[in-house]
């Protein structure tokens, strides 16, 4: 199974006058745990995975 999503955030950041600025962004997921099983062969374990869903971004900046 796929999907795809997208996020789009705006915001901004003022750098001291004479400084230079550095802003980085990450995303933040949720993190979805599951099982699969089989119902061909009564319900048997098949296997595990993951799913990540985004929910935000994670700011980091600096100026020097």
């Not at 990450?26 to 929910?55: C, E, K, M």
Request: hydrophobic share 25%; charged share 15%.
């Amino acid at each position: 199974m796929t999907d795809t999503a997208t996020r789009t955030e705006t915001g901004s950041y003022t750098v001291p006058d004479g400084k230079f600025g550095h802003l980085e962004a990450y995303p933040l997921y949720d993190l979805f745990y599951y099982d699969i099983y089989s119902r061909a062969v009564t319900d048997h374990w098949v296997g595990n995975g993951n799913a990540q869903h985004p929910v935000g971004f994670c700011y980091n900046s600096r100026s020097n």
